[in-house]
């Protein structure tokens, strides 16, 4: 099934160019994305290899730092800026399952929920609801804690987490197009429940799903470190973003760029990807567009 | 002196592939107490020329215009919150569609208050005796319950009677109705244009009427203006325009209509489409679905033709049932683009 | 008169006896929901190569007659008889019935699914109800694109590359992928452009004399109706008020709704204007029904007996009329 046409992607894309900040993200991510494929050409060194001689040595613009540590080593004398290769594998990786999990998951059970209506209807949103009415970190943060800790817990977790909003959106995309008259003359052709959900109503619904998962993105890969930094994400010596961070907690007052450097990591990726997101939004936007 | 004078307006919006002439050199003048009539299909720029005059195109559209005269004050010249105040003031519109038109969270009361406080001004009290007088007017029942009903529990009909009321506020004396009764239906479409002749005759009000209804045409307006892709095509008054169509697109259109169309199984048809953007003919607009447009009609623009008489017509062929052969205007007739219409 | 002989050939295809569809609306909270009789009563039989046209105005029930003759919904009690077979009250009507209904909506900008090709929009109806091969299809596909008179280049395109006559023709062609009998009308002319209206009304007459197609035509184009129908139904809040052939409905009009709308009807001639009946006020609340005919508060012929009880249809000159008055 195809979702776009060329025509339409060439449109979107037209319309996508006009957006600097998108431009820049698109630009930022293409990097992260070219140090995911090759962390292991481009790294200096094994990310969790130890130098014994290079503790806590400062970038190499500082007095104090040599090469080849570019960004410095941390307390056990690892590679920062390898560490920070390697842990973009694991933060692209933790945004997209959990993106996907949530977008896939969320998607079903919003298209259920909207296109049947009734009983079903009202218990999805109810569930939903109580999802919702937690503050989110604390969730996932209860859920983790009975799952134990984690990578993979801490994903589950993130998950569903995000579930809600993509069950509303697509239940409200849902029921604004399910009466349209495209689907009655669908029906009247005698195709079933499943074809109208997934083959005719659900391709008119995926706009606003495309934007709210690149959003979804940033806030998978800050949630995950979130849930690394209090110890319940990725365990050391994993190199993900997250729990680098936390790691080095204990250094702040004495060596900046321990933390400064995996905090800036996840900052310009999640803004990046904002930006990307924003411009998406713009660009599939039809009232965005002059006619 | 007339109400109303515009002199070669004319419309485009940038888009994609360039500049979108909408609207072109349009002339139009009405008097007080006329109504005239707008006749076009979509895309034939009847309502983007009428918005232009009210001054409520986006930005982005590019508005040309030689002359443009309300009441012998000259509005382009004007600065925009002067303008502003003319809209509703000295000249109101009113739109198709009733039940959008009306602001769902506030009262209709409240809604037309609005209109008259910003126009006319006035304590509370005379504000709200100013009000229910204009829904007492548009023939509202019960104004005083009325007054604080939402638009959500008006009918259609009542929705366009609280918007004619709205539109009335401030006494203007042009009064611009843009496809007025499209959306409602038959029986209410005739108690909506009978209120507005009624209205218009009463304050001898100017009424421009946007239409796509041949018999809404027939039956309210005075004068006919005819419109196709953006270009003034006939201009006539009623009776002369349904007797005598004098151009081709006219008269193509009021025989492919079921009423007047000769009795068989199949209708006559103008056939292709109005042409777009990107297909727009070197000659004539209306030359590829014309059925006697010649070699002249293909490469080079017609222009306006005026009878002293008043009917005028952008056509090559001159006045004639059947139209006679393809050749250029007699002396006797007035030529030329930039004559504007008088009656 | 033409129903009778329709009733007595063979070529009947569509028959409704008493049609009623009713729809439980909620109150609020404890109190039991009300029911709206959104369709009471309605009776008529079209057969092959004939065109019925419904009449009347917003809420007179004429789209959920439509959700009716289409089978997207049952009626909750009447008889309703598609190419000889009973479609049965509150059961799913099985496929081989549905596929001798189809539908034209009024609105072509919303009855194509904007993310489909003309092909795939096409292909559809026979994917789901035949087992044609893939170059059938493809043949059948390419020979409705040129019956309703676009191009087989047409297929691989998007709804929003089309103008609206173009995509309308689109729509008749997906109806008549599957050879229907019946085809419902529902306003198919309303949205369009004066120009482009006749072109669509010729292709649904010559669709109509070559494939005997039979028309339910729901309209409040009256021109248009007398144009094309064999027989006029109006109807007004939910019921039929008079059902006769065209010619005598339109020269002879009973009810004095059908007056109305008909003298309410804006026509193109100077000079013609027919003396108004002025109808005052609008149709009446469906929860809160008036008592005896449901057109007695706005009818200017109304007497007290008019409000004692419900007129049902019957023989009235040469057609048959709900007023007790004629």
Same mark, same amino acid.
């Given at each position: 099934?195809?979702?776009?046409?060329?025509?339409?992607?060439?449109?979107?894309?037209?319309?996508? &160019?006009?957006?600097?900040?998108?431009?820049?993200?698109?630009?930022?991510?293409?990097?992260?994305?070219?140090?995911?494929?090759?962390?292991?050409?481009?790294?200096?060194?094994?990310?969790?290899?130890?130098?014994?001689?290079?503790?806590?040595?400062?970038?190499?613009?500082?007095?104090?730092?040599?090469?080849?540590?570019?960004?410095?080593?941390?307390?056990?004398?690892?590679?920062?800026?390898?560490?920070?290769?390697?842990?973009?594998?694991?933060?692209?990786?933790?945004?997209?399952?959990?993106?996907?999990?949530?977008?896939?998951?969320?998607?079903?059970?919003?298209?259920?929920?909207?296109?049947?209506?009734?009983?079903?209807?009202?218990?999805?949103?109810?569930?939903?609801?109580?999802?919702?009415?937690?503050?989110?970190?604390?969730?996932?943060?209860?859920?983790?804690?009975?799952?134990?800790?984690?990578?993979?817990?801490?994903?589950?977790?993130?998950?569903?987490?995000?579930?809600?909003?993509?069950?509303?959106?697509?239940?409200?995309?849902?029921?604004?197009?399910?009466?349209?008259?495209?689907?009655?003359?669908?029906?009247?052709?005698?195709?079933?429940?499943?074809?109208?959900?997934?083959?005719?109503?659900?391709?008119?619904?995926?706009?606003?799903?495309?934007?709210?998962?690149?959003?979804?993105?940033?806030?998978?890969?800050?949630?995950?470190?979130?849930?690394?930094?209090?110890?319940?994400?990725?365990?050391?010596?994993?190199?993900?973003?997250?729990?680098?961070?936390?790691?080095? &907690?204990?250094?702040?007052?004495?060596?900046?760029?321990?933390?400064?450097?995996?905090?800036?990591?996840?900052?310009?990726?999640?803004?990046?990807?904002?930006?990307?997101?924003?411009?998406?939004?713009?660009?599939?936007?039809?009232?965005?567009?002059?006619? | 002196?007339?109400?109303?004078?515009?002199?070669?307006?004319?419309?485009?919006?940038?888009?994609?592939?360039?500049?979108?002439?909408?609207?072109?050199?349009?002339?139009?003048?009405?008097?007080?107490?006329?109504?005239?009539?707008?006749?076009?299909?979509?895309?034939?720029?009847?309502?983007?020329?009428?918005?232009?005059?009210?001054?409520?195109?986006?930005?982005?559209?590019?508005?040309?215009?030689?002359?443009?005269?309300?009441?012998?004050?000259?509005?382009?010249?004007?600065?925009?919150?002067?303008?502003?105040?003319?809209?509703?003031?000295?000249?109101?519109?009113?739109?198709?569609?009733?039940?959008?038109?009306?602001?769902?969270?506030?009262?209709?009361?409240?809604?037309?208050?609005?209109?008259?406080?910003?126009?006319?001004?006035?304590?509370?009290?005379?504000?709200?005796?100013?009000?229910?007088?204009?829904?007492?007017?548009?023939?509202?029942?019960?104004?005083?319950?009325?007054?604080?009903?939402?638009?959500?529990?008006?009918?259609?009909?009542?929705?366009?009677?609280?918007?004619?009321?709205?539109?009335?506020?401030?006494?203007?004396?042009?009064?611009?109705?843009?496809?007025?009764?499209?959306?409602?239906?038959?029986?209410?479409?005739?108690?909506?244009?009978?209120?507005?002749?009624?209205?218009?005759?009463?304050?001898?009000?100017?009424?421009?009427?946007?239409?796509?209804?041949?018999?809404?045409?027939?039956?309210?307006?005075?004068?006919?203006?005819?419109?196709?892709?953006?270009?003034?095509?006939?201009?006539?008054?009623?009776?002369?325009?349904?007797?005598?169509?004098?151009?081709?697109?006219?008269?193509?259109?009021?025989?492919?209509?079921?009423?007047?169309?000769?009795?068989?199984?199949?209708?006559?048809?103008?056939?292709?489409?109005?042409?777009?953007?990107?297909?727009?003919?070197?000659?004539?607009?209306?030359?590829?679905?014309?059925?006697?447009?010649?070699?002249?009609?293909?490469?080079?623009?017609?222009?306006?033709?005026?009878?002293?008489?008043?009917?005028?017509?952008?056509?090559?062929?001159?006045?004639?049932?059947?139209?006679?052969?393809?050749?250029?205007?007699?002396?006797?007739?007035?030529?030329?683009?930039?004559?504007?219409?008088?009656? | 008169?033409?129903?009778?002989?329709?009733?007595?050939?063979?070529?009947?295809?569509?028959?409704?006896?008493?049609?009623?569809?009713?729809?439980?609306?909620?109150?609020?909270?404890?109190?039991?929901?009300?029911?709206?009789?959104?369709?009471?009563?309605?009776?008529?039989?079209?057969?092959?190569?004939?065109?019925?046209?419904?009449?009347?105005?917003?809420?007179?029930?004429?789209?959920?007659?439509?959700?009716?003759?289409?089978?997207?919904?049952?009626?909750?009690?009447?008889?309703?008889?598609?190419?000889?077979?009973?479609?049965?009250?509150?059961?799913?009507?099985?496929?081989?019935?549905?596929?001798?209904?189809?539908?034209?909506?009024?609105?072509?900008?919303?009855?194509?699914?904007?993310?489909?090709?003309?092909?795939?929009?096409?292909?559809?109806?026979?994917?789901?109800?035949?087992?044609?091969?893939?170059?059938?299809?493809?043949?059948?596909?390419?020979?409705?694109?040129?019956?309703?008179?676009?191009?087989?280049?047409?297929?691989?395109?998007?709804?929003?590359?089309?103008?609206?006559?173009?995509?309308?023709?689109?729509?008749?062609?997906?109806?008549?992928?599957?050879?229907?009998?019946?085809?419902?009308?529902?306003?198919?002319?309303?949205?369009?452009?004066?120009?482009?209206?006749?072109?669509?009304?010729?292709?649904?007459?010559?669709?109509?004399?070559?494939?005997?197609?039979?028309?339910?035509?729901?309209?409040?184009?009256?021109?248009?109706?007398?144009?094309?129908?064999?027989?006029?139904?109006?109807?007004?809040?939910?019921?039929?008020?008079?059902?006769?052939?065209?010619?005598?409905?339109?020269?002879?009009?009973?009810?004095?709704?059908?007056?109305?709308?008909?003298?309410?009807?804006?026509?193109?001639?100077?000079?013609?204007?027919?003396?108004?009946?002025?109808?005052?006020?609008?149709?009446?609340?469906?929860?809160?029904?008036?008592?005896?005919?449901?057109?007695?508060?706005?009818?200017?012929?109304?007497?007290?007996?008019?409000?004692?009880?419900?007129?049902?249809?019957?023989?009235?000159?040469?057609?048959?009329?709900?007023?007790?008055?004629?």
């Amino acid at each position: 099934m195809k979702l776009f046409d060329t025509g339409t992607l060439a449109v979107t894309w037209g319309y996508f &160019r006009e957006s600097r900040g998108g431009l820049v993200g698109l630009a930022f991510l293409g990097l992260v994305l070219f140090a995911v494929v090759f962390a292991d050409v481009i790294a200096p060194f094994d990310p969790t290899l130890q130098h014994r001689d290079a503790l806590l040595l400062p970038p190499v613009w500082n007095e104090a730092g040599r090469w080849p540590y570019l960004l410095g080593t941390d307390a056990v004398g690892r590679d920062l800026l390898s560490r920070l290769i390697f842990g973009a594998r694991y933060s692209i990786f933790i945004g997209m399952v959990v993106v996907s999990i949530a977008v896939v998951a969320g998607t079903i059970l919003g298209l259920l929920a909207g296109y049947f209506g009734g009983w079903f209807d009202t218990a999805i949103m109810r569930l939903m609801d109580v999802i919702l009415a937690f503050p989110s970190l604390l969730l996932a943060l209860g859920l983790v804690a009975v799952l134990g800790p984690g990578l993979l817990n801490a994903m589950y977790a993130i998950a569903l987490v995000m579930l809600p909003h993509f069950v509303r959106l697509t239940r409200a995309s849902v029921m604004g197009e399910k009466n349209r008259d495209y689907v009655v003359a669908s029906r009247v052709a005698g195709a079933g429940n499943a074809r109208l959900m997934f083959s005719t109503i659900l391709p008119n619904c995926m706009a606003p799903l495309i934007v709210q998962a690149t959003l979804s993105f940033s806030n998978a890969i800050l949630d995950a470190a979130a849930l690394g930094f209090l110890g319940m994400g990725a365990q050391p010596p994993l190199p993900e973003w997250g729990a680098m961070l936390a790691e080095a &907690r204990e250094f702040i007052s004495r060596a900046w760029w321990v933390v400064t450097f995996p905090g800036l990591a996840i900052l310009l990726t999640v803004l990046s990807i904002n930006l990307v997101g924003d411009a998406l939004r713009d660009a599939l936007d039809p009232r965005m567009r002059r006619s | 002196m007339s109400l109303l004078e515009v002199r070669k307006l004319s419309v485009a919006f940038q888009t994609q592939g360039g500049w979108f002439r909408a609207v072109e050199g349009v002339n139009l003048s009405l008097d007080r107490g006329e109504v005239l009539a707008i006749v076009g299909e979509s895309g034939s720029g009847k309502s983007v020329a009428m918005l232009a005059l009210m001054g409520l195109l986006p930005a982005t559209a590019r508005i040309e215009c030689e002359r443009l005269l309300l009441d012998g004050q000259d509005l382009l010249g004007l600065a925009p919150k002067a303008r502003r105040r003319l809209n509703g003031g000295t000249m109101a519109m009113i739109f198709q569609e009733p039940m959008s038109s009306l602001n769902p969270c506030f009262t209709i009361g409240y809604q037309i208050d609005e209109a008259v406080r910003t126009h006319l001004g006035g304590g509370r009290k005379a504000r709200r005796e100013r009000v229910l007088h204009l829904l007492e007017l548009v023939g509202i029942p019960d104004p005083p319950r009325r007054f604080d009903a939402y638009p959500h529990q008006l009918s259609g009909g009542m929705s366009q009677r609280a918007m004619i009321a709205m539109a009335l506020a401030a006494d203007p004396e042009l009064l611009i109705a843009d496809e007025p009764t499209t959306a409602l239906d038959v029986t209410v479409q005739a108690q909506i244009l009978e209120l507005l002749l009624k209205l218009q005759q009463e304050r001898d009000m100017g009424l421009i009427l946007i239409t796509h209804d041949m018999g809404v045409v027939a039956e309210t307006a005075q004068h006919v203006l005819v419109q196709y892709a953006g270009q003034q095509v006939e201009r006539q008054a009623v009776r002369g325009l349904f007797e005598q169509p004098l151009h081709p697109y006219t008269r193509a259109l009021l025989d492919a209509l079921p009423e007047r169309a000769p009795p068989g199984d199949f209708l006559p048809t103008i056939p292709g489409l109005v042409p777009g953007q990107h297909d727009r003919p070197r000659g004539c607009l209306f030359a590829p679905r014309c059925g006697h447009a010649g070699a002249l009609c293909q490469t080079q623009e017609p222009v306006w033709q005026q009878l002293e008489s008043g009917p005028g017509w952008r056509c090559h062929f001159v006045q004639g049932d059947p139209p006679a052969p393809v050749f250029p205007a007699p002396a006797a007739l007035q030529q030329g683009g930039e004559q504007g219409e008088q009656d | 008169m033409a129903e009778n002989m329709a009733e007595n050939t063979t070529a009947v295809v569509l028959k409704a006896v008493n049609l009623q569809r009713h729809y439980p609306v909620r109150q609020g909270f404890m109190q039991p929901p009300a029911t709206v009789r959104a369709l009471n009563g309605v009776s008529f039989s079209l057969a092959a190569g004939e065109t019925l046209a419904v009449v009347g105005e917003s809420g007179c029930g004429k789209s959920t007659l439509a959700r009716q003759l289409t089978l997207i919904e049952t009626p909750t009690a009447g008889e309703l008889w598609l190419d000889g077979h009973r479609v049965e009250p509150q059961r799913r009507p099985d496929a081989a019935l549905r596929r001798s209904v189809q539908i034209v909506f009024q609105n072509p900008y919303g009855s194509l699914n904007p993310r489909k090709t003309i092909h795939q929009m096409l292909e559809e109806p026979l994917l789901l109800n035949t087992r044609q091969r893939r170059d059938e299809r493809q043949r059948a596909i390419a020979a409705m694109l040129e019956r309703v008179g676009l191009r087989p280049e047409h297929a691989g395109r998007y709804p929003h590359m089309f103008s609206g006559g173009q995509r309308q023709r689109i729509a008749i062609a997906r109806a008549l992928m599957l050879r229907p009998k019946v085809v419902v009308l529902d306003e198919p002319v309303s949205a369009l452009d004066l120009s482009v209206r006749a072109q669509i009304l010729n292709l649904l007459t010559e669709l109509q004399q070559v494939l005997g197609l039979a028309y339910v035509f729901i309209s409040h184009d009256l021109s248009v109706v007398r144009r094309i129908a064999d027989r006029v139904l109006v109807m007004y809040f939910g019921r039929p008020v008079e059902y006769a052939d065209s010619e005598t409905i339109f020269t002879r009009p009973q009810h004095p709704y059908t007056e109305a709308l008909f003298s309410a009807t804006p026509v193109a001639e100077v000079g013609q204007r027919r003396e108004r009946i002025h109808l005052q006020g609008e149709p009446p609340s469906p929860l809160n029904p008036p008592p005896g005919c449901p057109f007695q508060p706005r009818c200017a012929l109304a007497e007290t007996r008019c409000g004692q009880a419900v007129p049902e249809l019957h023989p009235a000159g040469a057609g048959q009329v709900a007023c007790i008055l004629r």
